[in-house]
């Protein structure tokens, strides 16, 4: 396709279209569509702009895409669309990296004072009307481990250290000297280090090496006064597990955002076990979050349509952009 | 009385006797008490240690006090011991100003959080095993207004800007290039300059001036979107009009931990109301809290017996413990 060329954009929707696309409208044929009409609007398309980003519908839809050469994703985890004939694919890939990373951010913090402080106590004595004062803990000087060292987990780490928390990072390659982290353990030997912290949070991508590190053996590692925090994916916890460490107090409780089933089912046991906070996959939504992933895309459409060079382009081998070609982000 | 001299300390004590009283007891003949036997306690006293910060006992038991010399109470705010007799009489009031500071940092920073990010409202879907996801507000770049420029304050402000806030304080005197607060606006002239504000922190000390500070001209001048948050003192607010402002919609919402009478009684309706977060006068009271604060009484005790100047003296005309000695605290 030449330059001079209008190319075909395909949008995948789910409930909300996209708002402000009159940019993107006015350089490109743009095709919405929801799961449903996917393989038809992939046919002949030069760009497909996964805006439902929680959608499972890609994968089926991929022999359609017959002419495909650029997929971004309105999000930072790219699991949805990480599948073989993608990864083998020339097709590329890029995603939404830094629009959560501070409102996550504050999120975490938010549930690490909620913990420390007993929010959600003073919540339900307030619902039953009922004076009860408790002691509550600092926050200032407990240890908190963040596995994950991209751009989210680097957000909360600032965000916490600079709250008086001690931060430590795990990933992929082990160091020390981190800008963001000081000192980042090797993902790989998690349950050995575990028992250091007070406070556990969940930022991994989701990748195959990534799926279920948080099971059976990682909980009984914990500090049975840990807190564990996902704001991951859900897939990165084993759920049974978790429950069943809760319950056998391996740690003291878990705030989770995320799910290996969302919505969480009506019957899941972490909607009323004591010390779990339950929210709906909203850590990093804040208000205006769904323009800032439109003005991400469409920065990345203008590059696209220019020839330049694309804006966070995902590693399809890795699962994720790496923050530097030695792959830091791991 | 010669240095040599045994004295004698009351320690007036509620429900709860002060722990790690060993060292004091070596030096000192020590009467333990409660509100009902403090005037046969106060006399011949050299020194009464108020435990119980929240007694009023004090005043009605002052004509009993013949020989004191020396009031310590356990608490940052002097209010339940500052009363004419005391104020006109030699004997020097001193607090435990530091001991909360960075507790309730933490817990307003916590409140902060919980409203940005709607904490109640998650919990209340939880408890009702209800999944909605809804869209979030960041903390960085709100204004804060810190209503009290004591140590508490300071406290405050420090770690709302480390978490990316923009805070100006309100004191006695207005001025610029405060350390911690950049501004620091007039008191008095509150309702001039509150709607500037998205949340609004209660914290200066209860005086003739502060009392119900916060009422129907405050309210009415802060944003419709502004939170108020006080963990200073239930009288410097006028709780009727607070009620009344949030239910005109005059403000979006409340975290009180003190009250005008406490426990909060029953019937009260900010029990109930939407956007209201009560919790039981515990924001400070952080594990260790009681400790803590006899040894910072030992610590002025030992002071006392060595001649040496005490720590913490309360300008009994302030009503708290001057910064500097021209008053930069208020």
Redesign the interface.
């Known amino acids: 396709m030449l330059a001079s060329e209008i190319p075909v954009l395909t949008v995948l929707c789910g409930a909300d279209s996209p708002p402000d696309m009159a940019a993107v409208e006015s350089d490109a044929v743009v095709r919405y569509t929801d799961a449903r009409g996917l393989p038809d609007a992939l046919r002949g398309a030069d760009a497909l702009f996964v805006y439902d980003f929680l959608s499972t519908a890609v994968p089926g839809a991929w022999p359609a895409a017959d002419r495909l050469r650029w997929l971004h994703i309105a999000a930072a985890g790219v699991d949805p669309v990480l599948f073989p004939e993608l990864q083998e694919s020339d097709v590329v890939l890029t995603n939404s990296r830094g629009v959560f990373d ?2 996550i951010a ?2 975490v ?2 549930v690490v ?2 913990f ?2 007993d ?2 106590r ?6 039953a ?1 009922t ?10 000087g407990r240890q908190v481990l963040v596995v994950g060292t991209g751009p989210i987990g680097r957000a909360i780490a600032r ?1 916490l250290r ?3 928390m001690q931060v430590s990072g795990s990933g992929r390659r082990a160091r020390t000297g981190d800008p963001d982290f000081g000192v980042v353990r090797d993902s790989g030997e998690l349950p050995q280090y575990l028992g250091e912290f007070d406070y556990v949070v969940a930022v991994a991508p989701l990748t195959a090496q990534t799926k279920g590190m948080f099971g059976a053996e990682a909980f009984a590692a914990m500090k049975p006064s840990a807190r564990f925090v996902n704001v991951g994916r859900g897939e990165l916890v084993v759920t049974a597990e978790l429950v069943a460490a809760l319950r056998a107090g391996e740690i003291a409780g878990a705030a989770l955002d995320v799910f290996e089933t ?3 089912p ?1 019957d899941s046991p972490l ?2 076990m004591p010390g779990v ?7 990093g ?5 769904r323009r800032t992933l439109v003005e991400v895309f469409t920065a990345n459409f203008r590059r696209w349509r220019a020839g330049e060079p694309l804006h966070n382009v995902v590693d399809k081998r890795l699962g994720y952009v790496p923050s530097q070609p030695q792959g830091a982000a791991g």
């Open positions: 501070d409102a504050e999120y913090l938010g004072l909620a420390a402080k929010f959600a003073s919540l339900d004595l307030q619902r009307t004076w009860r004062h408790r002691e509550s803990e600092r926050i200032a965000l600079a709250a008086g969302e919505p969480l009506p909607w009323t906070l339950v929210s709906p996959h909203m850590s939504d804040f208000s205006g979050w």
